[in-house]
């Protein structure tokens, strides 16, 4: 049974039904999947199963790389996506956590849940256990599977750990953003802890070790210790280059010219970056494995521009969705590619790469009923068409309304208040409030007054709701064609109707003080009981614990924690 429309509810009424259910969608509410089932066989091209290298990067503006003719120096990077195949049409979404889901579970976020914000690190939420994941599926085709770096899909019970939903070993953080060295992170004033895990364990010993290094010597590790005639599976999830801005002195040394501080020590986290991949790619030759391998590289979301980020000359940044936010970085790199050394302009979204990496495996995509995402690799690999003509950036029910927005101003067909935004071949519409929505050059980086950030919030005070562009014509949207053309509003409205009738109710549920590090050890990690979490996933209101001298002390620490927050909500990171 489908889930209907739940643009007609408030905040309040979906608080009061605690977000509705945690009853995770089964297959058979997607609707009109038009993927072909694909049969369990190797591309013809392919004698065994390659090796999988899946390079995740985070918070990098997609000018932020040398062959974007940017002033960061990434030549590692430049020369892999020179010799392989550079996808210029490549989408993903614009915050960590709903990229994250959908490269993993290969569906769009209102197929999971995850349709607002970000998975916070006292929210009992994680990634839905019901859809079978990504490296579970290639652990199926006799992969060995390992996650090197950030999660952020979930943590609060074991169940939602790397190493239970498909990874047979993890090292790194659980929540959105630690300390580069110290591996901190606060989740509001005096709500701090230690994140930085071996598996399932706390790995305290690793405490100081800068993280892009870190991450760089597991996998060469990992990669020393296998043995290269089986497959492996490796998603290497950097922290660089989100805030903290951190990185060693003698790499913010080569960037001493430039005259903008942030930029300078975000640009120095790029090339320690870049520099971690050549090791990683030095490391893939030296054991065997290069020579079978398929190496893709990805950014998660569009660059935060006040933390030295750039996405121009797309318009937007991180948060947004303006092609500055969910236009991303990518590349594949393999010596099985067909047709080597060029551009691909192919239609090509992060939810691709689960039936794509799948098929190229060996493994039967077509029992992972509820995809989203599509086979690529003829149009990788051959320069073939893309089968997919259309993405769902996302619908956000729960997302601030635009003021100005409205069913009528949707011609009845759809409330214009809400955030959504969808692609469908050429065109793309925007509708309630996307973000913000300026153009930052470069150079408008160095000297980042006050001045630009005001006039920066004050260009989205314009009272719209309805944006459409040509995207191909115009990729830097400059040009909002909705007036001239209503017909394809109409018909693009339309199709936003239609995903929102598959769309399962959002979870976001509240913050809960017992994920507080001080009662686990200093540390973040799991802090409900299986009893505990399914008291939560059945309403997301107050624990229901059967001792009640157990609920009495919870009751008082979260009444208390509950005031401290009120307090401090203003400050809140």
Request: glycine fraction near 8%; include cysteine.
């Amino acid at each position: 049974m489908a889930v209907y429309a739940l643009t007609g509810f408030s905040l309040v009424s979906l608080l009061s039904f605690g977000y509705l259910s945690w009853d995770w969608m089964k297959p058979s509410l997607v609707t009109d999947v038009s993927m072909d089932p694909m049969e369990k066989s190797l591309p013809p091209a392919f004698s065994k199963p390659p090796h999988i290298i899946f390079i995740l990067t985070d918070d990098q503006g997609y000018h932020d790389i040398g062959y974007h003719d940017s002033d960061i120096q990434t030549p590692m990077l430049d020369r892999l996506a020179a010799e392989g195949v550079k996808l210029e049409n490549y989408y993903i979404q614009p915050i960590c956590t709903p990229s994250r889901s959908q490269l993993i579970t290969g569906r769009y976020q209102i197929h999971t849940g995850l349709q607002h914000s970000i998975i916070r690190p006292r929210q009992p939420n994680c990634l839905p256990l019901g859809p079978v994941t990504l490296p579970q599926k290639l652990q199926e085709a006799g992969y060995s599977t390992h996650m090197v770096g950030k999660w952020h899909l979930g943590f609060y019970k074991k169940e939602c750990l790397p190493t239970r939903r498909g990874f047979d070993t993890f090292l790194g953080s659980l929540t959105g953003n630690v300390d580069y060295y110290t591996y901190d992170n606060c989740d509001g004033p005096g709500v701090c802890g230690y994140d930085l895990h071996e598996g399932e364990n706390v790995a305290w010993d690793q405490s100081g070790k800068y993280s892009t290094f870190l991450y760089a010597q597991r996998v060469s590790k990992i990669l020393a210790t296998h043995n290269p005639k089986e497959p492996i599976f490796i998603y290497v999830a950097f922290q660089a280059v989100h805030t903290p801005l951190q990185s060693p002195k003698e790499y913010i040394y080569r960037y001493r010219s430039m005259g903008n501080v942030a930029r300078r020590k975000y640009a120095a986290m790029v090339t320690c970056m870049d520099e971690a991949v050549r090791n990683i790619t030095w490391a893939l030759k030296k054991y065997g494995y290069y020579d079978n391998s398929v190496i893709v590289f990805s950014t998660d979301n569009g660059g935060q521009t006040f933390s030295g980020g750039s996405n121009w000359p797309l318009r937007g940044r991180k948060g947004t969705y303006w092609e500055g936010g969910v236009r991303g970085i990518g590349f594949v790199h393999s010596p099985l590619i067909k047709r080597k050394r060029r551009t691909s302009w192919a239609l090509v979204h992060i939810t691709d790469w689960y039936p794509t990496l799948v098929t190229l495996a060996g493994g039967n995509v077509s029992e992972a009923e509820g995809l989203d995402g599509y086979n690529v690799w003829p149009a990788i690999s051959e320069g073939k068409e893309s089968p997919r003509t259309e993405i769902l950036h996302n619908i956000d029910p729960l997302y601030n309304h635009a003021k100005h927005g409205s069913l009528e101003g949707g011609f009845g067909i759809w409330n214009t208040a809400v955030q959504a935004s969808i692609r469908v071949r050429e065109w793309k519409l925007l509708t309630g409030d996307p973000g913000y929505s300026d153009w930052i050059p470069p150079q408008m980086l160095t000297n980042f007054p006050g001045s630009w950030w005001n006039l920066e919030r004050l260009t989205d005070s314009v009272r719209k709701s309805v944006w459409l562009f040509n995207i191909t014509a115009d990729p830097y949207e400059r040009d909002d064609l909705s007036d001239q053309r209503p017909d394809v509003v109409r018909a693009l409205l339309k199709r936003l109707v239609h995903y929102n009738r598959t769309a399962i109710p959002v979870r976001y549920p509240a913050e809960n003080p017992r994920a507080h590090p001080d009662f686990n050890g200093g540390a973040w990690g799991p802090w409900a009981s299986e009893e505990e979490a399914e008291d939560w996933e059945g309403g997301g209101g107050p624990l229901r614990n059967k001792n009640k001298k157990k609920k009495c002390k919870i009751c008082k620490l979260r009444s208390f924690f509950r005031k401290l927050n009120t307090r401090l909500m203003s400050n809140r990171i």
